[in-house]
């Protein structure tokens, strides 16, 4: 009897202790998420006001704590409170400057995003980021922005929702207040290796807008296709006739 007491007192135990580690988990990617988000809403709100003072450029301080890492950064995999408690710790010993270029807007998902003109670890965090190959927003060639398909819902989340929107409007806002209007083209898949030509200015010679993302798992707009890793998803938009 002493046995199966000393059982059930240990399964209790091991739940309790499961189901603590749960709400600690949830609880702290709450946190994360609702901090990342902060940062690019304070982001679109800095590209507003020097908008509405007339435009120009503006560069910001952004944290880049390890606390706030994503996934794709190995940053979200299972770590010990100990951890988590020394990397809230440290939020504000360490920063990154970065310039703004504009705001990204598409309104048929719903979707509204700070632009960096990085694509580093830091950038992507906080919204979307130019590749730095490609040309500005605007000029006659190509310019590619990268988003993270976050799992918290967030910045390129639902970008594969696109294939059902060719002609919707896709609206760059830049610092100087110009807005820029595209229409979605076309979408397409490809893998890592195939992606390169979408990197570099002069994969268009005429001006086009290409957003990325990350690709793989199960197609959302098909439950019968599961694409592999090292899939991007692109949606190629040309401007506004």
């Known amino acids: ?30 946190i994360k998420n609702l901090m990342r988000k902060q940062v690019s809403v304070t982001a679109i709100e800095a590209v507003e006001s020097v908008i509405d003072d007339g435009g120009g450029d503006i560069t910001i301080e952004v944290p880049v704590a390890d606390f706030l890492k994503v996934d794709g950064e190995n940053g979200e995999e299972d770590k010990s409170l100990e951890d988590l408690i020394r990397e809230m710790q440290n939020l504000s010993s360490e920063h990154e400057s970065l310039k703004l270029l504009g705001i990204l ?41 990268f988003g993270h398909r976050m799992e ?52 268009y010679k005429t001006e086009h807008l290409c957003l990325a993302t990350c690709g793989y798992g199960q197609d959302p707009n098909n439950k019968n296709i599961y694409r592999p890793r090292n899939t991007e998803f692109i949606v190629i938009c040309m401007p506004e006739e």
């Open 152 to 203: 918290s819902h967030t910045i390129f989340w639902n970008l594969q929702d696109l294939e059902n929107y060719i002609g919707e409007e896709v609206i760059v806002t830049t610092t100087d207040g110009i807005r820029h209007i595209y229409k979605i083209d076309s979408t397409t898949y490809v893998t890592d290796a195939a992606l390169d030509p979408y990197l570099k200015a002069d994969n």
């Open 105 to 145: 807007e598409i309104p048929c998902i719903d979707l509204k995003e700070p632009i960096w003109d990085s694509c580093s670890s830091a950038a992507l965090r906080y919204g979307v980021g130019r590749f730095p190959q490609t040309c500005n927003i605007g000029e006659s060639m190509n310019c590619m922005l």
């Open 1 to 30: 009897m002493k046995t199966k007491r000393a059982f059930r007192i240990l399964v209790w135990s091991l739940a309790v202790a499961s189901f603590l580690a749960g709400v600690i988990l949830i609880s702290t990617n709450f």
